[in-house]
């Protein structure tokens, strides 16, 4: 059975993982290791992960296409080990049922970095968006665990599901009503196997605080519709402090400078990127 009570926080202790109420198990992602090098990985559009317009949020996203991109890269420089470095995702059409599907192939694997492309579609395998990421490759050392060999489909989903949650409830997010931020204490929801906020879970984090910028610049419900951030360090401790800041605003959208803060770890930034919100008619 997953550990779903011990949070390892700065210890550098690995954790089982996913827990069984971990952020890869909400989103219900099943994926497959394919014969071409490709992996797959899907999750479903649910109530409790869409946009105040219906469809699947980009934040809710961030999670299945980190996973696409961190699966292929551990396969791909095993033994080595990879920390990811950059994350890209832009979305050109909602998806307001069924669905979302990513295709990650790698575009370069070098002595490096690992920079691999994920494909997103629908139902109908009509393109909704692409993701790039990035990683940086890291020499083995002894307590790298190799990659399990994997066949089939695995489903990251658990018999004994909670009640579903609004992913601002699941992540315990705690808003500010003067300012685009927010802030969330840390836990196994979404630790990763090292104890540090969860790779996908940040990309929710980022995103979310960018929609709030662009909900409260306009005054009504935003959709995010591109992202772009980098990692700069782990954010182990918490509670964490998400940020946004409006850079350019105009009637077709608002871009956000976001920013997430490890306030444990002396204000330490983890993450910093950019969010474009497009307002919802």
Known sequence: MDDDTKNPKDKGERVKYPGPRQILRYMRLEHENRDDGTVWVRTPVLDDLRDPGGAISMGALAPMCDMA????????????WVATQDFKMHLSQPVTSGFVTALCRPLRVGKNTVL?????????????GKSYVTFTRLPRRTDNPAPPPRKGIMYYHHEDEEPRLPLDEYLGLRFDPDAAAFELDHGPRIHNSFGSIQGGAMGALLERA?????QRHFGQP???????FSYTAQAKVGPFSVAAEVIRADDRGVMSRVQLVDTG???????V???FSVPIA
């Open 265 to 271: 770890l002396e204000d330490r930034v983890a993450a």
């Open 69 to 80: 991109s961190g699966v292929l890269a551990n396969r791909r420089v095993s033994p080595d």
């Open 273 to 275: 990127g950019t969010v």
């Open 210 to 214: 960018g929609a709030y910028a662009a």
């Open 116 to 128: 691999s492309e994920s494909t997103l579609t629908d139902d109908d395998g009509a393109e909704v």
């Open 222 to 228: 935003t959709r995010s519709i591109d992202m772009h």
